[in-house]
Every structure is written in structure tokens, then in C-alpha cells.
């Protein structure tokens, strides 16, 4: 089973990371883009994992909720992996937030007790929004590099171990279970409303 965990969106916020990608595919550039269904944010890539192991993976994950709580992120971005000059990735990034950073390496210690061979890149909160095939032309590049949308948070209340499937059409992706952190004091909840609005 091809796993990772990610944290998924409401349709709402979905629909504003989507309208932020359409405004990208009005260029005719060698993109492909992700359908709404599949944008989100990857905590960790597993890659195959044999299926008798999900058990002890949601065995040794679930205590992670009550270590950590609800937590607020910020997109404010978009961007390009590896850079201008070998662009892979097109994405919308977030702030940088040592909660969700401290998250993902939690659940690289994970993988590495149960022997699964991860990618060890740092984490950078993004949600991948196309995946490069070609090369970019001059325009669209200086498009990327000042485009501009306003900023908004979102509260993530929950994470997810998902699969991805091939067939046909492509990877599909499926929940086999999801996390939700613990809750937080009413007052705190009241700030980030107030934050973000």
C-alpha cells in the first residue's frame, strides 16, 4: 500500500486553494494540474508499506493526539520546488509552524521503529497545487514570482494516514484513519477566530 499522512480541508477551503490554482491554468504551460479532490497538505510521505503494518502504525500515532492540539496555519504563498531553474513543484505555502514541523518529525521517529523507508526532507507546510513536466516559460515564471492573493488561516483540527491508488485515470486518493487532536481551551479557540478574521 502506497501510504502518507496529510492533513485534509473542508470543501470551502478547497475551493480557495483551487481558485488560486485556476489562475494559473489560463496559461498554457507543461503542468499538470491537481483536481480540487486531491489538494492537501502532506505531513509525511511513507511511500509502500505493507498493509499488516497499519494496525501498529495507528497504534503507536493515535498518542501524538494527545500531545499535540488544534493548531492555526497560515497560507500566504505560492511557490516552485526545486527552484526557477529546475522547477518541479507548484504550490501554495503556508507560514512555517514549529507545531506541524514537530508533528512531522514525531512521525518520521515512527517510521524509522517500524523500519519504513522515508524521505528525510525537512518539512515545509505546502499544498501542491501542479506537477511540473516541461519547461516554464519566461512569463510564467515572473507570473509565479509576483502573484499575490490574500492571506487567510485555517484551524487544522485533525491529520490523516491516506491511501493513494493507481488506476486508469490516475492516483486516487483513500482515508484509512484519521486523528483528531486533542481540543484546546475555548479562549484559545476564541483568539484564532478572532485572528483570522
Same mark, same amino acid.
Given at each position: 500500500?502506497?501510504?502518507?499522512?496529510?492533513?485534509?480541508?473542508?470543501?470551502?477551503?478547497?475551493?480557495?486553494? !483551487?481558485?488560486?490554482? +485556476?489562475?494559473?491554468?489560463?496559461?498554457?504551460?507543461?503542468?499538470? !494540474?491537481?483536481?480540487?479532490?486531491?489538494?492537501?497538505?502532506?505531513?509525511?510521505?511513507?511511500?509502500?508499506?505493507?498493509?499488516?503494518?497499519?494496525?501498529?502504525?495507528?497504534?503507536?500515532?493515535?498518542?501524538?493526539?494527545?500531545?499535540?492540539?488544534?493548531?492555526?496555519?497560515?497560507?500566504?504563498?505560492?511557490?516552485?520546488?526545486?527552484?526557477?531553474?529546475?522547477?518541479?513543484?507548484?504550490?501554495?505555502?503556508?507560514?512555517?509552524?514549529?507545531?506541524?514541523?514537530?508533528?512531522?518529525?514525531?512521525? +518520521?521517529?515512527?517510521?524509522?521503529?517500524?523500519?519504513?523507508?522515508?524521505?528525510?526532507?525537512?518539512?515545509?507546510?505546502?499544498?501542491?497545487?501542479?506537477?511540473?513536466?516541461?519547461?516554464?516559460?519566461?512569463?510564467?515564471?515572473?507570473?509565479? +514570482?509576483?502573484?499575490?492573493?490574500?492571506?487567510?488561516?485555517?484551524?487544522?483540527?485533525?491529520?490523516?494516514?491516506? %491511501?493513494?491508488?493507481?488506476?486508469?485515470?490516475?492516483?486516487?486518493? !483513500?482515508?484509512? %484513519?484519521?486523528?483528531?487532536?486533542?481540543?484546546? +481551551?475555548?479562549?484559545?479557540?476564541?483568539?484564532?477566530?478572532?485572528?483570522?478574521?
Amino acid at each position: 500500500m502506497r501510504l502518507f499522512f496529510a492533513i485534509n480541508f473542508s470543501q470551502e477551503f478547497k475551493e480557495r486553494f !483551487y481558485s488560486i490554482s +485556476k489562475d494559473f491554468q489560463t496559461f498554457h504551460e507543461p503542468i499538470k !494540474y491537481e483536481p480540487i479532490e486531491k489538494l492537501h497538505l502532506t505531513l509525511l510521505f511513507l511511500g509502500e508499506v505493507n498493509e499488516s503494518l497499519i494496525t501498529i502504525i495507528n497504534e503507536k500515532v493515535k498518542p501524538l493526539t494527545e500531545i499535540f492540539s488544534f493548531e492555526k496555519i497560515l497560507f500566504d504563498k505560492v511557490g516552485v520546488f526545486k527552484n526557477f531553474k529546475q522547477p518541479r513543484i507548484l504550490w501554495i505555502g503556508a507560514e512555517e509552524n514549529l507545531e506541524l514541523k514537530n508533528l512531522s518529525e514525531e512521525l +518520521k521517529l515512527i517510521a524509522h521503529e517500524l523500519n519504513i523507508t522515508i524521505d528525510e526532507k525537512d518539512f515545509h507546510p505546502h499544498i501542491t497545487i501542479g506537477r511540473i513536466k516541461g519547461l516554464l516559460s519566461r512569463e510564467f515564471i515572473e507570473f509565479i +514570482k509576483s502573484y499575490k492573493f490574500e492571506p487567510f488561516s485555517v484551524v487544522i483540527e485533525s491529520f490523516q494516514l491516506m %491511501e493513494s491508488r493507481l488506476d486508469r485515470s490516475g492516483s486516487k486518493y !483513500y482515508i484509512q %484513519e484519521s486523528y483528531k487532536f486533542k481540543e484546546i +481551551k475555548l479562549c484559545q479557540m476564541k483568539e484564532m477566530k478572532n485572528s483570522s478574521s
